[in-house]
């Protein structure tokens, strides 16, 4: 039983992102000897997370409390809303400390291949608020990819009719970023993205 209960673990951790089979042993190898201190208090705090998470009803994020502590900060802009596709690039810019604005999760991208279309995302949701909230500006901070590209253009047409900007997050040559090492995409990008000095 002991040897099934460890195999099931091993499995679920490699379901992790960046976790394979034999990382995932070994992570699960360290909790085994560190049972007390680490094993049993991950375990708890698993528990309790998986209880008190909830989605924020207003941006979709992810937290222990509805509205989340973003929407619920009267501090914050509220005439901005920075649309993104995932809790994790929400978390992303907040780390930056450079955006006092509301955001907005769409819960993925447009993906004719995957089979999701707009009603699988929360763009009617977005179209609401920048309808009828006191939104001024709309950042669309999708993915450079094909889908966050498609993504971020069809959010931009629905929201055409709101009244409001649409700006989109700048793309191109990254910080500490040498040109020779740049794809063709991120220095064409660079180049169309550029601005005065």
């Known amino acids: 039983m002991a040897v099934n209960a460890i195999d099931r673990l091993v ?21 085994i000897k560190r049972r007390e201190s680490l094993m049993l208090p991950l375990a708890q705090g698993l528990g309790d997370a998986a209880e008190a998470i909830k989605s924020c009803e207003i941006c979709g994020n992810m937290d222990v409390d509805d509205p989340c502590h973003v929407c619920a900060d009267s501090r914050r802009d509220e005439t901005t809303i920075c649309v993104v596709e995932d809790v994790a690039d929400l978390w ?9 604005g509301l955001y907005h999760v769409l819960g993925g991208t447009l ?26 500006e709309v950042i669309l901070a999708t993915s450079a990819t094909v889908d966050g590209q498609t993504t971020a253009h069809y959010v931009a047409e629905r929201l055409a009719g709101c009244g409001v900007k649409i700006s989109r ?19 064409s990008a660079a180049l169309k993205a550029r601005r005065a000095v």
Request: glycine content about 10%; cysteine-free; charged content about 25%.
């Open 111 to 136: 993906s004719a291949l995957d089979g999701v279309g707009p009603e699988d995302l929360s763009i009617s949701d977005l179209i609401t608020r920048a309808r009828f909230d006191k939104v001024v």
């Open 92 to 100: 992303a810019i907040e780390r930056t400390s450079s955006y006092n």
């Open 169 to 187: 997050l700048a793309h191109g040559v990254p910080v500490g970023g040498e040109l020779d090492y740049l794809d063709d995409g991120t220095l």
């Open 11 to 31: 499995q679920l951790f490699a379901r992790l992102p960046g976790l394979g089979p034999r990382s995932a042993r070994r992570a699960v190898l360290f909790l």
